[in-house]
């Protein structure tokens, strides 16, 4: 009989774990699918890794492990990729955001033969306006810098076990799941939903760990900013062109006395357009700089099926 794995990242989430635990047990058993629940905790600074344990004593389907600190989302879906034995896997949030109810559907997609399904939100559920604005801003820089419609993208996808190996063998450190699932290709099929209240607890992004995350992204899947620079260059030779002719003019009829403001806008344009071509070839030195290091994404510190792995 197939099994499904479902890879669940959870940081601070000690009051969703048993919940969401039992919910999903719940809704595979009733619908007589074979499945284990992987909860990867990222690093909590709460509960969340004893929970875990706690659903893992109370049901042998559920394993888990916790990281040595945080180290983000992205590392917390792969740890829990590289732990799963199901022939699919379904990634979602642990705080019920992602709705269970439907799992089934993207299992049915799967037995029809699709690899990839993806989860396409049709609605942001209810959101902060701050949380909304920085989060659509996101997705459309994203969707704009590595050419795929993002816009109504998640991290709600089920994937077969040849996707998960192939992702596996990525050798990058920098991974962007959600964009990872498009670029690896495969009979993609989708299924819509709209995104839940959140169960318990609260979102865990901030408008600058958004746009962090979106730059981080951004330089590891698009050179697109690079391509920027030499853009700002040209303008910037366009306009020297225009002006050293003006210059030219001025001085042959001996009118080039005046001009200083001139001179000062032309260093504050230069000194910007080099300050930020500088930052944007800085961001990828240090993608290239985190890549070359070859530290691991993530280093696990308990298991749960681990007896010696110590108690909080
Ligand atoms: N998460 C994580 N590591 C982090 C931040 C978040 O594993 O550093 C998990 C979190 O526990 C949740 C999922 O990622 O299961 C989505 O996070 P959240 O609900 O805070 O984001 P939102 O739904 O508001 O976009
Ligand atoms: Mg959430």
Known sequence: MALLSIVLPAYNEEENIANTAG?????????GIDYELIFVSDGSGDGTFSEIRR????????RGAEFSRNFGKEPA????LEMTRGNAVIV??????H???????????????????????VSRGKESPVHRLSAGLFYKVMSKLINMDMDASSDFKLLDRKVVDVLLTLPERNTFFRALSFWVGFRTESVTYEVQERQYGKSKWSFFSLMKYAVTNATSFSTLPLQLVTVMGVIAILFSVVLFVQTLVKYLSGTAVEGFTTVIFLILIIGGFLMLSLGIIGHYIARIYEEVKGRPKYIISRTTWDPDSPVR
């Open 23 to 31: 919910v999903l047990s719940g809704l595979l058993e009733e619908q």
């Open 55 to 62: 659903a893992a004593e109370r049901n042998p389907r559920i």
């Open 99 to 121: 709705p269970p109810q439907v799992i089934p559907q993207m299992w049915k997609l799967w037995q029809e033969g699709a690899e990839v399904v993806e989860g396409i939100k």
């Open 77 to 80: 879906i792969f740890a829990g």
């Open 92 to 97: 979602m949030d642990c705080d019920l955001q």
